[in-house]
């Protein structure tokens, strides 16, 4: 019973790790398509000039 319970937090923590990475790996990628938006709307711009 101990084990199952030592077992189950190990658990939970790793969860909460994977969480906080899914997390800012969500971040990244919205920060890293907005960047490329960014690049290409620049691009057209200059293309008009």
């Known amino acids: ?3 199952m319970l030592s077992h189950r937090k190990q658990y939970y923590r ?3 790790i994977y969480k ?3 997390k800012r790996f ?3 990628q ?3 398509s907005n960047a ?3 690049i ?3 691009r057209q711009e200059s293309s008009l000039w």
């Open 1 to 3: 019973m101990r084990l």
């Open 14 to 16: 790793n969860v909460i």
């Open 20 to 22: 906080s990475y899914a």
């Open 26 to 28: 969500v971040v990244n």
């Open 30 to 32: 919205i920060l890293i």
């Open 36 to 38: 490329i938006v960014l």
């Open 40 to 42: 290409q709307v620049q």
